[in-house]
């Protein structure tokens, strides 16, 4: 900018089209919390069994979420229906950014041993996963998130049995069982 440019009149000419408009289109999203928690990515974690020299480590379970940026969810099972054969789960934590990272290390931080982990994950822009958690932080108490958790009540979902038993990536995680014990699945 030079000193001409610098002594105009600064009532006019603002630009801020590109913000309004990046605003406008993020925020028009129609995204809800079946999206968030039902849609996508889902995998059981049985955490104090987890051993790499039996199975796949927590690593490898969650491996497909390696590089994505999102909102997560830990869940655990609060009841189950037989006559309509569904699981109603309850959220305990949740949160945003880089995901394998983050989940990996709020299993060692938070998570209660001996329970099983329920993830989620949904995957969007930085600045959405942001807005989304402090959304759901502002409305819904989870007992493992401390800060800025002013919500009341818990968010809870139901999941058929399907969803439940086998979550949304089975054919990865077999694939990666066969390729790490290729003598056990032939």
């Known amino acids: 900018m030079n000193d001409s440019e610098f002594l105009q009149c600064e009532c006019e000419g603002l630009d801020h089209e590109k913000f309004n408009s990046i605003l406008s289109d993020e925020l028009r999203k129609n995204i809800t ?3 968030v928690f039902n849609r996508d ?9 987890i051993d790499e020299d039996e ?3 927590v690593h490898e379970y969650l491996t497909d979420l390696k590089g994505k940026m999102g909102v997560y969810g830990l ?3 609060h009841t189950e229906c037989y006559d309509h054969d569904m699981h109603r789960m ?3 934590y949740i949160g945003k950014g880089f995901a394998l990272g983050r989940i990996k290390r709020h299993i060692t931080e938070k998570w209660p041993e001996q329970e099983l982990l ?3 994950f949904y995957e969007c822009e930085n600045r959405i996963a942001k807005y989304i958690e402090q959304l759901f932080l502002d409305n819904y108490d989870f007992p493992l998130n401390s800060e800025e958790n002013t919500g009341e009540g818990f968010l809870a979902t139901v999941w058929d049995s399907e969803r439940y038993s086998i979550g949304t990536n089975l054919h990865e995680i077999s694939d990666r069982l066969a390729n790490k014990f290729p ?4």
């Open 33 to 35: 919390v079946h999206d």
């Open 90 to 92: 309850l959220c305990l």
């Open 75 to 77: 869940w655990i099972e």
């Open 118 to 120: 329920y993830v989620t």
């Open 55 to 57: 199975g796949l480590s």
């Open 41 to 49: 990515y889902c995998v059981m974690l049985s955490v104090d069994k």
């Open 183 to 186: 003598g056990r699945f032939q």
